[in-house]
């Protein structure tokens, strides 16, 4: 079961049931993504989840709950949505901006 995209919206102004702490969005997206495992486990299948490109270079949750070593706890595999454009300013050390794909996934 391929999970596309779990995350917080990012708008200003909404309202969530807890407050929209960094540490509140993370057991958030995990406790989700443990649950729907639990869920799944009798249709014995694999749980994979897709995340923010730029979340394998940040150390936390990117103002929308993805944390990759958080998300990677609960998930078979994970997928970086590792798009040009999220890219514009590029990342450190990798003047490429095609380059960065592979440059991501090395230090995820």
């Given amino acids: 079961m391929q999970f596309h995209y779990v ?23 995990v406790s989700f993504l443990a649950r729907a ?5 009798p249709y014995n299948v694999f749980v994979s989840a897709d995340n923010f ?20 706890t609960v998930v078979d595999y994970i997928s970086p949505m590792l798009y040009p454009s999220s890219f514009q300013f590029g990342i450190p050390g990798v003047p490429n901006p095609y380059r960065f794909v592979f440059a991501s996934l090395q230090h995820a």
């Fill in 7 to 29: 995350r917080f919206p990012d708008r200003k102004g909404m309202q969530f049931s807890k407050p929209n702490t960094e540490r509140n969005r993370r057991e958030a997206i």
């Fill in 53 to 72: 490109g730029y979340v394998c270079w940040n150390l936390d949750d990117t103002g929308i709950g993805q944390c990759f070593s958080d998300i990677g």
């Fill in 37 to 41: 495992r639990e869920k799944l486990a």
